[in-house]
């Protein structure tokens, strides 16, 4: 098939884009957010293109992934063709609700002809999907192979614009950790959170490439997941499938991600920071748990099955 798809979330593209198809990534002039192209962090197959609105305009396409509301006017304005009726559509649904938890209405809930697609059970359960037809795709990770070795007694945590995102990622708890223990963040807004939490100075790392950070993650003892309010996180499922031992708040879907024996997800600090502690002092505990957290990871959320659920879905919306 012929995907037209927005460049939107790095790592879930990574994956989408190593199926079999050929994917028609829009490309402008800036490189903005409705044109960003192939990624420049990580490493795609050539089967991901990129086109020019111009070019879109005439460019055969069999269907289109869909991931934020007003694509739907950009597809109509560059194509000529309206989603769900002149081209194929689904509508992959990242986010939790930003609105009230049960009550949130989604954007495309008045249709019937675009089936929305959540990357997780409990980001079906709590959006109100209305009349659209709903169905879960969960994550799927290229494997980086098993680079833990935990030489370093530190934690590590993945929290791209920590600042700005404040509470939803967790950063007040992130902060608060590395006040009593040691705790290195990797992400983009790196000079924000400086600013913000000077005492994390030295242990702040911006916007790594994807195969260096895999590199680096491996590196710590364990991994550290502060997330509140947000869909399961891709880093949380790359810390895993690395070899990582895993903590985390015991929220959205991470219980169904995170086993008992991969780590420790609690919504009580002062346990997590405890279990941290162990792992510091224990390198063989915290590998041991690793050890569990990889098997689960490429058990459950392994790329094979990811993109035969989405062939699946894509077979069914365009036949």
């Known amino acids: 098939m012929r995907i037209l798809i927005w460049h939107v979330h790095g790592s879930w593209t990574t994956s989408f884009v190593h199926g079999p198809h050929t994917y028609l990534l829009p490309v ?67 986010d939790t609700p930003r609105g009230p938890a049960v009550a949130t209405r989604h954007p495309l809930a008045e249709r019937t002809d675009i089936p929305v697609v959540h990357v997780t059970h409990f980001n079906r359960m709590m959006w109100d999907n209305g009349a659209a037809p709903t169905a879960v795709v969960e994550h799927g990770i290229l494997d980086p192979g098993p680079l833990y070795t935990g030489r370093t007694a530190s934690l590590a945590a993945v929290v791209n614009e920590p600042v700005r995102r404040g509470r939803i990622a967790g950063t007040d708890l992130l902060t608060a950790l590395a006040e009593e223990l040691p705790v290195d963040v990797y992400g983009m807004g790196m000079d924000q959170l400086a600013a913000h939490a000077p005492h994390m100075a030295g242990r702040l790392h911006e916007n790594y490439p994807q195969e260096r950070l895999h590199g680096a993650l491996g590196a710590h003892r364990a991994y550290f997941h502060p997330y509140r309010w947000t869909s399961l996180g891709l880093a949380l499922l790359e810390a895993m499938t690395i070899g990582m031992p895993v903590l985390g708040l015991s929220t959205t879907e991470a219980p169904r991600a995170v086993p008992p024996g991969a780590g420790l997800l609690s919504n009580d600090p002062e346990a997590l920071a405890a279990q941290a502690r162990h792992w510091l002092n224990d390198h063989d505990a915290a590998a041991a748990a690793g050890t569990a957290a990889r098997e689960h990871a490429l058990r459950h959320y392994g790329l094979d099955r990811f993109l035969a659920d989405w062939d699946r879905i894509l077979e069914k919306v365009t036949a």
């Not at 002039?29 to 990624?39: F, S, T, V």
């Not at 990580?42 to 992934?65: F, G, Y």
């Open 28 to 94: 402008v002039e800036d490189r903005g957010p409705d044109g960003r192209g192939r990624a420049e962090t990580w490493e795609w197959p050539a089967s991901a293109v990129e086109l020019s609105p111009a070019q879109l305009a005439d460019a055969e396409i069999d269907v289109v992934v869909l991931q934020r509301p007003h694509e739907l006017e950009l597809l109509e304005r560059w194509t000529g063709r309206r989603a769900g009726t002149g081209v194929p559509a689904v509508y992959v649904e990242h």
